[in-house]
Nanobody, 126 residues
Framework: QVQLVESGGGLVQAGGSLRLSCAAS????????MGWFRQAPGKEREFVAS??????????YYADSVKGRFTISRDNAKGTVFLQMNSLKPEDTAVYYC?????????????????WGQGTQVTVSS
């Protein structure tokens, strides 16, 4: 089992930045691929970014909508994954979820994920 707790959400103006954190406990963090997803009101949960396990050899991967603005990173020693969000837009407003998968490579769908955090709200005002 892996427990995930997100933090760092909030209200920010368009063009601003936020940094989300997700602290993992339980099963060895380094064995899990990590990802961020988001869900806006009335919409399905969508993929944002993926950080595969270090030993898989796979690279980080981003949704086209956030590429160049968001950066995912992981600190295996601290069992934490981060999402640095820059140049935020109102359309980035959503609940952001941290997810973990036993699949060692890139995760891009919710079905690939085995564990989820409770979510953190990000609101970008225009």
């Amino acid at each position: 089992q892996v427990q995930l707790v997100e933090s760092g959400g909030g209200l920010v103006q368009a063009g601003g930045s936020l940094r989300l954190s997700c602290a993992a406990s339980g099963q060895s963090f380094s064995m899990c691929s990590m990802g961020w997803f988001r869900q806006a009101p009335g919409k399905e949960r969508e993929f944002v970014a993926s950080a595969p396990t270090t030993w898989s050899g796979a690279s980080t991967y981003y949704a086209d909508s956030v590429k160049g603005r968001f950066t995912i990173s992981r600190d295996n020693a601290k069992g934490t994954v981060f999402l640095q969000m820059n140049s935020l837009k109102p359309e980035d407003t959503a609940v952001y979820y941290c997810a973990a998968s036993r699949i060692p490579g890139v995760i891009i769908t919710a079905r690939q994920c085995d564990y989820w955090g409770q979510g953190t709200q990000v609101t970008v005002s225009s």
